[in-house]
DNA sequence: CTGAAAGCGCTTACAG
DNA sequence: CTGAAAGCGCTTACAG
């Protein structure tokens, strides 16, 4: 019933526990006989590392914390798919955390996992973090960082990115190729870093082409629902006048956009057209279909472990560890909700 | 730089580790002085206790694993969101794990849980899984084990599910009842329980109702996918003339074949009414709004953690574990793919 | 090639 | 009220 120890294995075989340890380590300084006993006799008796002790011994957990905003949530679950199949690859496995976009649960969530010893931590910041003191504490702690998607430019560690701006320039860029003249932006809080880089892209094709910037045409939303969405399309038509194009901070804003000029029998995108941001799945299913930026989650988990992956390995290797920002590219992808 | 410990505390302060060690865990036999001295000093050196240490001292690790068929879901980031958030509020943290609907993965996620020596286990098993002896491992590990949604009724532990079969038959009775005469059933893989038990509940409110069981109208489909849901709805109306009604076994699958009506100008639900299964939020935006049985994923988890949470406690007292099954409440959700 | 010993940082039964 | 000691199960520098 207990589980097997190195001790028992030793006093079965009437051996050192340290010969038994080394032998199923592989030391090239235990006979071959003495190996072969070892390991035959773990394997029948079913012999498990007791990794308490390891960790204990090893100093590493072999363990990485990660913190999101939201689980529920296309881009997010696609990057915690990528960052799970990529450390369990490497022998890591991966405590997953939600902050629901607080920064007081954040900071708490920090805490917990420094303490519980993690070897790293990826993370992508709620909305409401402007303070970044429990991220430079991970640093000072002296356990690698590498931030995805919502990141503080003022942290100094590694950050895995899309191009926000340049993506954002895209997207407008396309409504403004397909004949749009007056283009409004629902953007998101004044705080994470890709709202804004996604409004100064916005910004910069308007200028770029020649139509000039109005900022009662930019909605700022809050928690960028689809009940948002909904809320702000309504409130843009009766605000405006003349609108045809809008370019959505995100695809769950836009299809709630999308499904409130449906019921104002508003044409999508007749009477306006509309562009979305990330590439949700549901985007390509609802009608019209729409029109949006696609945001490789997956590649973003992929590339975001790997990073703290070489930290991790350099730390221990006492290497100095070069901050890397890894930018990965977006696409356009044209759907029914623009025209052609 | 280096965490403190115990043994700093105790040299700084004069007194003995073990005094420490009790002040700070408030036992009844240390002096109100000396504990207020070495909460003092322990709170300015930021003192954490080594995780590894006390997991290795105290034998639990305050982690829990979990397993899920597919994270990208919108049903299974419910439920993870669910344990996680639970967990979180006991103490316990939660790694996650995805078998990618592999029975060899999910093997060897069993076990990497176990070597890991997490305090308990939760699961929704892989449409694969046919054999249980991974699982039975577990119990003899006397590791506590929680199963939710695709579960196997053989495996002696706790259970968090719905009812299937009533379910199914109230999504196929609302077909009839709103005068659907010839019905189809796109059901899972023969083998998880769920897909057997909706098939069931199908079935059985064709009979209740008079209306002859067809087995040509049932296909079985593999993936569950969005693309296999466009395919067989495509294959249905190649193959039978006159149907009027589908029970879809989940709805992303619904989603597809709603998509593939609209496309081929099928009208849902003049010609043909569709019903899914699982209420993902998506089946709320896309035209006609699919009609579903409400699946609570957010609820599962919760009470899947709890139950695991319970069992633990049981198991450090040395009480006896009884296993339980809960089942909750689904509800159907009446929309625009089914008349009214 | 083998093993005694120290130590990772805690907890707790026991003695005083 | 305080502390010495054992021990959780490993790893590894060192001696032989």
Redesign the pocket.
């Known amino acids: 019933m207990?589980?097997?120890?190195?001790?028992q294995i030793a006093e079965t075989l009437g051996?050192?526990?340290?010969?038994v340890?080394?032998a199923?380590?592989d030391y090239?300084?235990?006979?071959?006989?003495?190996k072969a006993l070892v390991k035959d006799l773990a394997q029948t008796l079913n012999?498990k590392?007791?990794s308490?002790?390891?960790n204990?011994?090893?100093?590493e957990s072999k363990t990485i914390g990660l913190i999101v905003p939201e689980i529920v949530h296309h881009f997010f679950s696609s990057v915690i798919k990528g960052i799970i199949s990529q450390a369990e690859k490497k022998g890591y496995l991966v405590i997953t955390l939600q902050s629901n976009e607080s920064y007081d649960l954040e900071r708490k969530q920090i805490e917990l996992l420094l303490n519980k010893r993690v070897d790293g931590i990826l993370i992508s910041l709620a909305n409401q973090t402007a303070d970044y003191n429990h991220l430079n504490a991970v640093m000072s702690n002296n356990t690698p960082l590498v931030m995805f998607d919502k990141i503080a430019k003022l942290v100094k560690c590694s950050k895995v990115l899309i191009n926000d701006r340049e993506a954002a320039y895209k997207a407008t860029q396309h409504l403004i190729d397909t004949g749009c003249k007056k283009i409004a932006h629902f953007r998101g809080p004044l705080l994470p870093q890709n709202s804004i880089d996604r409004f100064l892209g916005y910004k910069k094709a308007l200028i770029d082409n020649g139509i000039t910037y109005d900022s009662s045409l930019v909605y700022i939303l809050k928690d960028m629902s689809y009940e948002e969405g909904r809320f702000y399309a309504k409130k843009l038509v009766d605000e405006h006048e003349g609108v045809d194009g809008i370019f959505i901070n995100t695809d769950l804003v836009a299809i709630g956009a999308i499904t409130e000029f449906n019921s104002l029998k508003i044409k999508v995108p007749e009477d306006i057209s509309v562009i979305g941001f990330s590439n949700w799945f549901m985007s390509s299913v609802i009608s019209p279909s729409l029109t949006t930026i696609n945001q490789p989650g997956f590649e973003i988990g992929k590339k975001a472990f790997k990073l703290l992956y070489k930290e991790i390995n350099s730390k221990k290797n006492d290497k100095i560890i070069n901050f890397k920002e890894v930018i990965l590219d977006t696409q356009l992808v044209l759907r029914e909700s623009t025209k052609s």
């Open positions: 207990k589980p097997v120890t190195l001790k051996i050192s526990i340290t010969t340890s080394k199923l380590k090239p300084d235990v006979s071959k006989k003495t012999y590392p007791n308490f002790a390891v204990l011994r090893t100093k």
